[in-house]
């Protein structure tokens, strides 16, 4: 079974400083790779994906991700951050042939104006 | 943009009560999902539905889970006799079909606290 890992649990930022959020999984297979992003009172929103293809992901509100096999990461990245970033991120992974994703136990991100 | 609509958003209740929490789902969606988070751990699957049936369920979802969806539209968890560690916050996800593998549509989460 697939499991992940979000090192950092919560994080502290001031506008315009760089953004990497860490996700290692351990699965040795093909997997489909998420970030999702959990604003302040909203839900869980797809933040990018990974299914194949260039290894560098670009998502929404200027985040990418970039899935490098040999380490088992997706690490989630944005160069300079907004007030707005404030939220929760999660990483999850999904093994080939399942349709369940695993998550991770989420970063809380505070950005400060 | 269709959303998945959870209630309630919150519940208190004693421990051994009853819930039941209620989902609707995006209507052309297929694959309907409960996961769970305890306050600073992982966000946990439970388990998932498929054609009004359970298809995969975690080792959580004990005999005091049960999932249906009694009208076509509804989609409940019911926790029979609730416990103390069922306080978390509990998250209806839906899938369109299995093409997106892995991409769900979240609802806001329905907080749950036992005393």
């Known amino acids: 079974a697939q499991s992940v890992s979000q090192h950092n649990h919560h994080v502290i930022l001031s506008e315009a400083a760089s953004l990497e959020l860490g996700c290692n999984y351990s699965?040795?297979?093909?997997?489909?790779l998420f970030w999702y992003v959990q604003y302040p009172g909203q839900h869980l929103q797809l933040l990018l994906k990974?299914?194949?293809?260039?290894?560098l992901v670009k998502g929404i509100k200027g985040f990418e991700a970039e899935f490098i096999k040999s380490k088992f990461s997706f690490n989630l990245r944005k160069p300079s951050v907004q007030w707005s970033d404030t939220a929760e991120y999660f990483c999850?992974?999904?093994?080939?042939?399942?349709?369940?994703?695993?998550f991770g136990r989420g970063t809380s991100l505070i950005v400060h104006p | 943009e269709p959303e998945v609509t959870q209630t309630p958003s919150h519940q208190v209740t004693q421990m051994g009560q009853e819930v039941i929490l209620r989902c609707v789902p995006i209507?052309?969606?297929?694959?309907f999902y409960w996961y769970r988070q305890i306050l600073g751990q992982k966000v946990e699957f439970l388990v998932s539905?498929?054609?009004?049936?359970?298809?995969?369920k975690s080792e959580i979802f004990d005999d005091q889970f049960s999932v249906e969806r009694p009208d076509g539209s509804n989609f409940t968890l019911k926790i029979r006799s609730t416990k103390l560690e069922d306080s978390a916050m509990y998250f209806c996800?839906?899938?369109?079909?299995?093409?997106?593998?892995?991409?769900?549509?979240f609802g806001e989460g329905s907080r749950l606290t036992v005393l």
């Open positions: 699965y040795g297979g093909t997997v489909n």
């Open positions: 996800a839906t899938q369109i079909s299995l093409l997106n593998t892995g991409e769900l549509f």
């Open positions: 539905f498929y054609n009004n049936e359970i298809s995969e």
């Open positions: 999850a992974v999904n093994a080939q042939g399942s349709y369940i994703p695993t």
């Open positions: 990974y299914f194949s293809g260039d290894p």
């Open positions: 209507s052309n969606h297929l694959y």
